[in-house]
């Protein structure tokens, strides 16, 4: 079965720096990967879809890269902004049709 | 606008009550999906279903129901509400899941509480 894990759970940062948010899954057999993004009380939105065949995605900011050999996924955000501040989850499919997610990376942005 | 709509927004129940939360979307989606969020345990999927007519039971089936009646809807239903389900649930939607550059969509969330 699938498992995804997330590093840090908490990232406290001051406004302008580049960060870097952590995921990792067991099983490598995977066909695409997701990050997402969630603000307090809200639902998910798709940030990035990695493509299996792709070993990167950008999106403004938002750099994601994907390493199946090794089962990681990292989500680089450069320039960090206030309004980046919310909380990050990666998910990867599992045997089936079901996707798991990571428990995710909380992130505050600090003017 | 694209968008998967979830009712209610919030609910408060007592035990044993059968309830049921919609959810519909208009993106003409095969692929639909409910998952709950706790505290400590992230998001996990309770069922899914790939087209009309097709669900299947995901991570935590137990308590839930659900049915594919229409391509558009996807309704959850409790028939017996217990505590433990009290939570955050989510619908989703994606035009396949296996289809390697298709995003999934969420609805807006529906807080539930059972007394």
């Known amino acids: 079965k699938q498992e995804v894990t997330q590093i840090p759970a908490a990232l406290s940062v001051p406004e302008g720096e580049n960060l870097v948010l952590n995921c990792s899954f067991t099983?490598?057999?995977?066909?695409?990967l997701q990050w997402f993004r969630q603000d307090p009380g809200k639902g998910l939105t798709s940030l990035l879809l990695i493509q299996s065949s792709q070993r990167e995605q950008t999106s403004g900011r938002l750099n994601a890269s994907l390493d199946k050999s090794s089962g990681r996924s990292t989500l680089y955000i450069a320039a960090s902004q206030p309004g980046d501040s919310a909380t990050y989850l990666c998910a990867a499919p599992q045997t089936g049709n079901m996707l798991t997610f990571g428990g995710g990376t909380r992130l505050m942005v600090k003017p | 606008e694209a968008q998967v709509t979830q009712n209610p927004r919030y609910l408060i129940t007592v035990t044993g009550k059968k309830l049921t939360v919609t959810c519909s979307q208009n993106m003409n989606h095969e692929y639909m999906s409910w998952y709950r969020q706790d505290p400590g345990l992230g998001l996990r999927q309770i069922y899914y279903s790939m087209n009309v007519e097709v669900t299947d039971k995901g991570d935590v089936p137990e308590g839930y129901k659900v049915s594919r009646k229409e391509k558009r809807n996807f309704p959850l239903i409790l028939e017996s509400p217990s505590p433990n389900q009290t939570s955050l649930y989510f619908c989703?939607?994606?035009?396949?899941?296996?289809?390697?550059?298709?995003?999934?969509?969420f609805g807006s969330g529906t807080q539930l509480s059972v007394l």
């Open positions: 099983d490598s057999a995977i066909y695409n």
């Open positions: 989703a939607s994606s035009l396949g899941l296996r289809r390697t550059n298709e995003k999934l969509f």
